[in-house]
C-alpha cells in the first residue's frame, strides 16, 4: 500500500531495491565479448557439420553490434539536444519507411507491398502512442516515444510479412478459389472476408502463442531489462503487461490491415484478379 506507480524513465532508489534483486551498474567490453562464447561455439559446431552458416552468425553478430552502439550514441545525442522531441518523432518515422522497405523487400510480390507496410504500421503505432501519452500512461519524453514505437514496429513487423507472404500464396495457390468467388457475384469485401480470414488467422498465431506463454517459459525482455535494473519485481511485471497488450493488439491490427490491403490490392478498378509471379527460390521474400 502507498507504493508509487512506476513511470517509465523513472529512476528506482537502489535503498529500495529487495536484496534478491541483483542490479547491474554497467557492462565491461571483456563482459560482452565473454557473452560471444555460444555464438563461437554455435560456429564451430556448424562447420563441423557442414551447414555453410559460419558467414551469417558472424555477420549477424558484427551487424548487431554496429547497430546496437550506433543507436546508444544516436539516443544519447537526441536527448540531449533542444529540439530532442522533434528528433524522436524523426525516428519514429525513420523506423515506419524502414519498416515498409524492409517488408517490401521479404514480400517482393505483394503488389504495392511497402505502401500497405507503411499504412498499417502507422495506424497501429499511433494508436498506441495516442494511449500510452495521451491517457498518461507513461510521461511524454523522447526516450520514452522511441522506445514504446520501437518494441511496437519491431515486433510488429514478422507477422505483418507473413501476412503480405500469405496472401501472395493466395493469390497464386488459391487463384482458382478466388475467381470462383467473384463468379458467384461476391463484393471485394466479402471476398477479402472468406479469402482472408483463414491467412489473418495463420498470420497471428505466432504472436497469441508467445502470449499465451508469456512468463511460462521465459521471462518477457521488457521485465527482464527492468528486473536488472532494480526495479520492483510488481512494477516491472506491470510495465511489461501494459507492453504485451500493446504488442499483441498492435500485431494483431496491423495483420488484418495488411491483409485487407493486401487482398484489395489484387484486384484492378474493373474488378479483375491481377496476375501474381512469385519470386524464384533464393530470391528476398
Not at 106 to 111: G, K, T, V, Y
Request: include cysteine; charged fraction near 10%.
Amino acid at each position: 500500500m502507498g507504493r508509487r506507480a512506476l513511470k517509465v524513465g523513472d529512476v528506482c532508489p537502489l535503498p529500495h531495491v529487495p536484496s534478491v534483486i541483483g542490479v547491474i551498474e554497467s557492462v565491461s567490453l571483456v563482459q560482452v565479448l565473454a557473452s560471444l562464447v555460444l555464438v563461437v561455439m554455435a560456429v564451430a559446431a556448424g562447420a563441423v557439420m557442414g551447414l555453410g552458416l559460419t558467414r551469417q552468425l558472424l555477420i549477424a553478430s558484427l551487424r548487431a553490434a554496429i547497430q546496437l552502439l550506433a543507436v546508444g550514441l544516436i539516443l544519447g545525442t537526441i536527448v540531449s539536444a533542444d529540439s530532442a522531441l522533434i528528433l524522436a518523432w524523426l525516428w519514429v518515422g525513420a523506423m515506419v519507411v524502414i519498416t515498409a522497405a524492409v517488408a517490401r523487400r521479404r514480400a517482393p510480390d505483394l503488389p504495392g507491398a511497402s505502401q500497405v507496410a507503411a499504412v498499417a504500421v502507422a495506424a497501429t503505432v499511433s494508436i498506441c502512442l495516442l494511449i500510452v501519452f495521451g491517457l498518461g500512461i507513461i510521461d511524454y519524453r523522447p526516450i520514452n516515444l522511441i522506445v514504446i514505437a520501437g518494441i511496437t514496429i519491431g515486433n510488429t513487423l514478422p507477422s505483418l510479412v507473413l501476412g503480405a507472404k500469405q496472401v501472395t500464396a493466395a493469390a497464386t495457390d488459391q487463384r482458382g478459389q478466388i475467381e470462383a468467388l467473384m463468379a458467384c457475384g461476391m463484393s471485394i469485401a466479402q471476398i477479402v472476408r472468406n479469402a482472408g480470414a483463414p491467412i489473418a488467422r495463420t498470420a497471428m498465431v505466432p504472436q497469441i502463442e508467445r502470449t499465451n506463454v508469456v512468463g511460462l517459459i521465459a521471462l518477457p525482455g521488457a521485465m527482464t531489462g527492468l528486473l536488472l535494473g532494480g526495479v520492483d519485481p510488481v512494477d516491472a511485471v506491470l510495465v511489461q503487461l501494459m507492453v504485451m497488450y500493446l504488442v499483441l493488439g498492435a500485431v494483431s491490427l496491423s495483420v488484418i490491415t495488411t491483409v485487407v490491403m493486401g487482398i484489395r490490392g489484387l484486384f484492378t478498378p474493373s474488378f479483375t484478379l491481377i496476375s501474381v509471379q512469385p519470386s524464384p527460390p533464393g530470391e528476398p521474400g
